[in-house]
């Protein structure tokens, strides 16, 4: 079974870039057709899928939040990493970290999650 762990500042001030780390034990993330997400879930609204990267580095985005969003992998540390930048307060959710096999929007395992809030 794959483990994912989200690690990062739980407060952020606005304007800043948010930055997250999802350590992967399980797997290396680089084998054949994982995808690595990044999903977040505002206080009292649903699940929203931010971004991805693959097995082989390749990252795909969100439209919407692509000209903030970069995602990267330390494949030496089996991490991949999400940063968010000029973040405000509506950027204030539950980020998770998630991965499936084969298909992008499907998970079979999930970190915890990390609370951020952006507050001045």
């Known amino acids: 079974?794959?483990?994912?762990?989200?690690s990062g500042p739980g407060l952020v001030k606005p304007s800043q870039t948010l930055s997250l780390t999802c350590t992967v034990s399980g797997t290396s993330i680089s084998t054949n057709y994982y995808y690595w997400?990044?999903?977040r879930q505002?206080?009292?609204?649903?699940?929203?899928?931010?971004g991805a990267i693959d097995f082989s580095g390749h990252t795909?985005?969100?439209?919407?939040?692509?000209?903030?969003?970069?995602?990267s992998r330390d494949t030496s540390k089996n991490q991949f990493t999400l940063q968010l930048s000029s973040v405000t307060p509506e950027d204030t959710?539950?980020?998770?970290?998630?991965t499936g096999n084969g298909k992008i929007y499907e998970y079979n395992d999930w970190g915890l999650g990390t609370q951020v809030t952006v507050s001045s």
């Open 1 to 6: 079974q794959v483990q994912l762990q989200e």
């Open 37 to 39: 997400s990044w999903i």
């Open 42 to 50: 505002p206080p009292g609204l649903g699940l929203e899928w931010m």
């Open 60 to 71: 795909y985005y969100l439209p919407s939040l692509k000209s903030r969003t970069s995602i």
């Open 93 to 98: 959710a539950v980020y998770y970290c998630a």
